[in-house]
T-cell receptor
Framework: DADVTQTPRNRITKTGKRIMLECSQT?????MYWYRQDPGLGLRLIYY???????NKGEISDGYSVSRQAQAKFSLSLESAIPNQTALYFC???????????FGPGTRLTVT | AQSVTQLGSHVSVSEGALVLLRCNYS??????LFWYVQYPNQGLQLLLK??????LVKGINGFEAEFKKSETSFHLTKPSAHMSDAAEYFC???????????FGTGTRLTIIP
């Protein structure tokens, strides 16, 4: 089984809809991250969490919110989706030594 | 502040030829440096990392990278390209006290048969 899972893998939604992307990990890591990937822009950090009670904004948090339900679960919400939020979204985890991050398979989100 | 610049958004090499993907970083403190690979429709997989030990770092699939502080570079190389190396490659930087990864914009590697 994969160490970092994301659901759904693909989603098409309409402008104005609320959508939640979920991430679960079995690596036992404290730190979790949400990124979005756009062609030519690389990966940009949306939110990150160093433990259940610690949530921090990344460089592009506007229009997004997160919830850290447990050490193993970190959800990303789009309260009112807009077309420029169409992207590939990745969840990642790392341990406290932060020597590397482990990525999920990604969620491809299309907002029409 | 930290940043990464990857020179060349697309690189094409012939099968069996040398692969060289360029990465330059900016960091006000000693950096940790990473190369990740993304195959089509997959997440990112760590190829190799530099965390202040040996400057020549060997990774998976025959890749290696050399940390050159004087040139602020961490270029990725492989002596002989294989068709399976076709993917997108990302360089990333973090540092002690700034434990977030900053990614470059990526280099798409195409292998010509």
């Amino acid at each position: 089984d994969a160490d970092v899972t994301q659901t759904p893998r693909n989603r098409i939604t309409k402008t104005g809809k609320r959508i939640m992307l979920e991430c679960s990990q079995t690596k036992g890591h404290d730190r979790m991250y949400w990124y979005r990937q756009d062609p030519g822009l690389g990966l940009r950090l949306i939110y990150y969490s160093f433990d259940v009670k610690d949530i921090n904004k990344g460089e592009i948090s506007d229009g997004y919110s997160v919830s850290r339900q447990a050490q193993a679960k970190f959800s990303l919400s789009l309260e009112s989706a807009i077309p420029n939020q169409t992207a590939l979204y990745f969840c990642a985890t790392s341990d406290r030594t932060f020597r590397e991050q482990y990525f999920g398979p990604g969620t491809r989100l299309t907002v029409t | 502040a930290q940043s990464v610049t990857q020179l060349g958004s697309h690189v094409s090499v012939s099968e069996g030829a040398l692969v060289l993907l360029r990465c330059n970083y900016s960091s006000s403190v000693p950096p940790y440096l990473f190369w990740y690979v993304q195959y089509p429709n997959q997440g990112l997989q760590l190829l190799l990392k530099y965390t202040s030990a040996a400057t020549l770092v060997k990774g998976i699939n025959g890749f290696e990278a050399e940390f050159k502080k004087s040139e602020t570079s961490f270029h990725l190389t492989k002596p002989s390209a294989h068709m399976s190396d076709a993917a997108e490659y990302f360089c990333a930087v973090s540092s002690f006290g700034n434990e977030k990864l900053t990614f470059g914009t990526g280099t798409r590697l195409t292998i010509i048969p």
